[in-house]
C-alpha cells in the first residue's frame, strides 16, 4: 500500500480523496491550515491517518510542515491539492506552496498538482507578479497555468519521479459551488490513480490529466523556457532551487 501526503484535506477534493485512499487501505497524512481545522478530519486520524497543520501562504508555515511531512517518514506520493480560488493569497498558495513543498519534501516517486480547464485563460507571463501575497496580481487561471508548467518542469528535470497535473474538472465543493456540472467523484478519481496505481498510463510523466484521461494544456505549460523563467522566479523568492 502506498503512503500519501495531500495537501488542503480539510474539505473538497483533498478530503475525498484521503477518504477514498484511507478505505482503499492506503497510509495517509492530511494537512489542515490551523488547529481551527483539526476537526473537519478528526474522522480521518481516528482511521489512521496522520495530520499536518501549516498555512501555506506563510513561506515559514510551508517550511514546518515540510519538516513536519519529512518527519513523518518518506512518502510513495505527495497530491498538492490545496488552493483558493480569490484575493491575495492566490499565487502563495497555489503556485509557491507546491514549489517550496516540492523542494523541501523528501523526494517521493510520484507527485500531483492540481490545476484546472481554467488554466487555459492564464497568462503566459511573470512580469509584476507578487509571490508574497502581499498585493493581488496573479489570477487564478495564471495560478493554474502556472502550477500546470511546475508540474511539466518537474517532470523535464527529474527523470527518476513521475510528476503530473490534474484537471478536475468543475465540481460542487465549497470553492466549485453547489451547481458546479461535474461528477465529484471523478473529481478526485484521477488524483488518486496517479498516486497509486500501477496501470502503465499512471506511470507516466509530464501530463495533465482530465478523467484519467491524458489531455493538451495550454502551450507554455511545455514551453521549456517559460518553464525555466517560473523556476528561477520561484527559486529566488523562496531562497530554494529544485536543482
Known amino acids: 500500500m502506498a503512503r500519501v501526503f495531500i495537501t488542503g484535506s480539510a474539505d473538497g477534493l483533498g478530503r475525498a480523496a484521503a477518504q477514498t485512499l484511507i478505505d ?20 480521518l486520524v481516528d482511521r489512521g491517518a496522520a495530520v499536518v497543520l501549516g498555512d501555506l501562504s506563510e ?3 510551508m517550511r514546518t510542515v515540510a519538516a513536519d511531512v519529512n518527519r513523518l517518514g518518506r512518502m510513495d506520493a505527495v497530491i498538492h491539492n490545496a488552493g483558493v480560488y480569490t484575493g491575495p493569497q ?9 514549489y517550496l513543498l516540492t523542494a523541501l519534501i523528501d523526494l517521493p516517486e510520484r507527485l500531483i498538482y492540481l490545476s484546472s480547464g481554467m488554466h487555459r485563460g492564464g497568462r503566459a507571463s511573470l512580469t509584476g507578479m507578487d509571490w508574497s501575497g502581499r498585493r493581488a ?6 495560478s493554474k497555468l502556472f502550477v500546470a508548467t511546475l508540474a511539466a518542469a518537474v517532470a523535464r528535470i527529474w527523470a527518476d519521479v513521475f ?19 461535474d461528477d465529484l467523484r471523478l473529481g478526485h478519481l484521477t488524483q488518486e490513480w496517479l498516486a497509486t496505481s500501477d496501470d502503465c498510463d499512471a506511470l507516466t510523466s509530464g ?18 523556457r517559460f518553464q525555466d523563467q517560473l523556476l528561477d522566479d520561484l527559486a529566488r523568492f ?3 532551487r529544485l536543482v
Open 90 to 98: 492566490i499565487l502563495p498558495v497555489n503556485v509557491v506552496a507546491p
Open 163 to 181: 510528476s503530473n497535473a490534474v484537471d478536475p474538472g468543475w465540481v460542487p465543493t465549497r470553492m466549485g459551488g453547489p451547481g458546479a456540472p
Open 137 to 142: 496580481t496573479g489570477s487564478y487561471s495564471d
Open 24 to 43: 482503499d487501505g492506503h497510509e495517509v497524512a492530511v494537512h489542515v491550515r490551523n488547529r481551527g481545522r483539526l476537526t473537519a478530519v478528526g474522522d
Open 238 to 240: 523562496t531562497g530554494r
Open 59 to 61: 513561506l515559514e508555515e
Open 207 to 224: 501530463g495533465l490529466w482530465h478523467h484519467q484521461r491524458r489531455i493538451e494544456p495550454h502551450p507554455a505549460v511545455h514551453d521549456q
